[in-house]
């Protein structure tokens, strides 16, 4: 982690009027946090949204939309959760035991990690004041606990306000894309971190998954980025 932080923070006051912000861009474990799972387990989706960080980084350098990212893994601490949500620290993710989390002491791992990325995001948007929040994540093309297909290439998910999902799904699909609509999850259930700092203050939100074997090498990121940008940019003039 960068100066200890559980998150960092890659561009300046926004240009755009975007933001981007990835809860599970790392698959980073401290040192001092042992989870006793296998180390292949760290480089796969129950860790980390692959290719998320490489999305958002691009995004940040090469089209002007600053990126809070998270620098710990979601096996830590979820920072898409609520604090009081049962898997803030999963016990087991995709039908794998987390050893190293049975019986965790939360209340640390919540003043440790979730607390300081949430408060550093809370100061940061409003410093930012952006027109529009993109909510970046990535979902597994297939579960191991799960055989339901996911053929979406990518998702726009949300709860209450579905302003900018509306402009967003439809920007896709004129793409030629496989768009989902509240899936492979739904963000009634699932949109912690836009609950609390997107729909509580009135803020619109984009909040997509994309799915991992789409932004899985440097080119998928590098083209999926500036497609991204795009639409999003094209979904903020549209609420304006």
Same mark, same amino acid.
């Given at each position: 982690?960068? @100066?200890?932080?559980?998150?960092?923070? +890659?561009?300046? /006051?926004?240009?755009?009027? +975007?933001?981007? /912000?990835?809860?599970?861009?790392?698959?980073?474990?401290? @040192? @001092? +946090?042992? #989870?006793?799972?296998?180390?292949?387990l760290m480089d796969q989706h129950v860790? +980390?949204?692959?290719? /998320?960080?490489?999305?958002?980084?691009?995004m940040a350098h090469r089209h002007g939309i600053?990126?809070?990212?998270?620098?710990?893994?979601?096996? /830590?601490?979820? %920072?898409?959760?609520?604090?009081d949500h049962p898997n803030v620290v999963p016990t087991s993710s995709d039908g794998y035991t987390i050893p190293g989390?049975?019986?965790?002491?939360?209340?640390?791992? #919540?003043?440790?990690?979730?607390?300081?990325?949430?408060?550093? #995001?809370?100061?940061? %948007?409003?410093?930012?004041?952006?027109?529009?929040?993109?909510?970046?994540?990535?979902?597994?093309?297939a579960m191991a606990s799960c055989d339901k297909p996911r053929p979406w290439d990518l998702s726009l998910l949300y709860n209450q306000d579905d302003r900018a999902a509306r402009h967003a799904i439809r920007l896709f699909g004129e793409l030629g894309l496989n768009v989902g609509d509240n899936e492979p999850y739904s963000g009634a259930e699932l949109n912690a971190t836009m609950n609390r700092h997107a729909e509580a203050h009135g803020r619109p939100y984009c909040f997509i998954e994309v799915r991992q074997d789409r932004i899985a090498t440097r080119a998928d990121q590098s083209r999926w980025a500036a497609m991204i940008a795009d639409v999003v940019g094209r979904v903020a003039l549209a609420l304006e």
């Open positions: 982690m960068i @100066d200890g932080q559980p998150y960092e923070q +890659i561009g300046g /006051v926004t240009a755009s009027g +975007i933001v981007c /912000v990835a809860d599970h861009a790392s698959n980073f474990v401290p @040192d @001092d +946090i042992p #989870l006793g799972v296998a180390p292949e860790a +980390i949204d692959i290719g /998320v960080h490489g999305v958002a980084t691009r600053p990126a809070h990212l998270a620098q710990v893994s979601r096996l /830590v601490i979820d %920072l898409h959760r609520e604090e989390n049975i019986g965790a002491n939360v209340e640390s791992r #919540l003043e440790r990690f979730h607390r300081p990325y949430h408060d550093a #995001l809370a100061k940061w %948007l409003a410093v930012q004041n952006p027109k529009l929040i993109l909510s970046l994540h990535s979902f597994t093309p």
